[in-house]
């Protein structure tokens, strides 16, 4: 005849490696301008969102990154 289940038991575990990814993270910088401003023949002036700072000057590397590195150069 046809089975039923009737309950479940973990019987094994493991863990599973997963290697490490990299991902590239764009910050992106909003610039604004006032329309009626500009309409008017008013001075434009655009305004720009902050940018987050870059832990090293004209690199791309993140924090985490140059933990990551600084620890298994140390490990």
Do not use: M, W
């Amino acid at each position: 005849g046809q089975l039923k289940e009737i309950g479940s038991a973990v019987q094994r575990q493991e863990l599973v490696f997963i290697p490490a990814q990299l991902k590239r993270i764009d910050h992106v910088q909003h610039a604004y301008t006032c329309q009626a401003c500009s309409q008017k023949n008013l001075s434009d002036k655009i305004i720009k969102a902050p940018v987050p700072k870059a832990p090293l000057a004209h690199s791309l590397g993140s924090a985490s990154i140059i933990a990551h590195t600084i620890h298994q150069k140390f490990n």
